[in-house]
DNA sequence: TCAGTCATGACACGTCGTGTCATGACTATC
DNA sequence: GATAGTCATGACACGACGTGTCATGACTGA
């Protein structure tokens, strides 16, 4: 027995993610959330940062997971190939550990919440620069690191939007090299 | 004389921004900013929605405007040729009337503080949903559209980030080709 | 047994953002 | 040139957010 009920964290997420689909993000006060979660008001800021911060925690390791891919993948790879690649893998290693379910219901809480949508904004981003650094890290210049880390979020950002509208149906890796196919005929398109 | 010292508004806009970039924005209070622009705090909020649309104001045309030049463009025109010779014009409409001293402090009360850098970040968001619906209007297939429409304002932020860095030299629509350029290298690099 | 730690509780407080009513200068109409 | 309407602002109350600070009490190790 533990001194306090453990898993408060989690207890925390739960029932946070739980009212914010019932009654709405904005109705939801952090006092009904703790109330729920059997917790008071000021454990909870002691967990998340903020409000919004329940339904993002654990995604601070992301940037340093990126990190590790990139590092860990061959050297003669360009980024192009590094992001066809390493895409799959990397959102397996994000998710693991995540339902269908959850990522579905997170999803409706997100996208009925333009603050929520914000905040995942800032998670996609500090995941490009992270990616960023990482192409830096295997010698592309500034320019194309830059862009080479957009492209790879936005492809992310896309074919996992996608893979929840289809409930998971195509499976992820399926619908992100859909998505790069549909990229690259794209990006191969007359220009100018 | 007006009833009231006119252009509220702007002088809430520059107080703000004085602040901001003075002591940091979360130190910076609301009344604070009214205080120096000769009002109440309730009359700010009349103006913006919360203390980080005091930088945004104004942006909410921007969906309008893009949706408007790509309704105008010959449609022969396809989704990279569109890129390609849309950004520009369309940067110079969004940044109209702004100086690039303005732009450069603004630049930089944002950088300094991530709730800002994420407001900027969902009104690129905005951005990229009135692109992609102007895409679909052109006939370009859901995917490819929101493809598209992501690339499209990768490219514009990575340019005007770099551009401001540069402290506007070369000028906007030179270094959004050189992005450009950058982008059809990289994407038509070997991928796999 | 005793001192240290650590997650939580309890409480105060400043700021944000909103609802609501009052004020008073302009505007249109007769 | 009265009179009623409008509209941006002022004034005030209030709930929710987020933080600083100290207390509590179950565990941990010597």
Redesign the interface.
């Known amino acids: 027995m533990g001194r306090w009920q453990p898993g408060a964290r989690e207890r925390l997420e739960q029932a946070a993610l739980d009212l914010f689909l019932e009654q709405g993000f904005t109705q939801t006060t952090v006092p009904q959330i703790t109330a729920r979660a059997g917790l008071t008001t000021r454990t909870f800021f002691r967990h998340f940062a903020d409000k919004r911060e329940v339904l993002f925690a654990g995604e601070e390791q992301v940037p340093e997971q990126v990190a590790r891919l990139m590092a860990e993948a061959p050297p003669s790879l360009?980024?192009?190939?590094l992001?066809?690649?390493g895409l799959a893998p990397a959102a397996a290693k994000i998710f693991e550990g995540r339902s269908l379910d959850y990522l579905l219901r997170r999803r409706a809480a997100i996208d009925a919440e333009?603050a929520l949508?914000?905040?995942e904004?800032?998670k996609f981003?500090l995941m490009a620069e992270a990616l960023k650094q990482g192409f830096r890290d295997r010698g592309i210049d500034d320019?194309?690191a830059?862009?080479?880390a957009?492209?790879a979020v936005?492809?992310f950002?896309?074919a996992v939007t996608?893979w929840l509208n289809q409930h998971g149906d195509p499976d992820l890796p399926a619908t992100i090299n859909?998505?790069?196919v549909?990229?690259?005929?794209?990006?191969?398109?007359?220009?100018?």
Do not use: F
């Open positions: 360009g980024p192009m190939e992001i066809s690649e333009p949508h914000e905040r904004l800032r981003s320019l194309a830059q862009l080479a957009e492209i936005a492809t950002r896309i996608r859909q998505t790069l549909a990229m690259r005929h794209l990006t191969n398109m007359p220009s100018t």
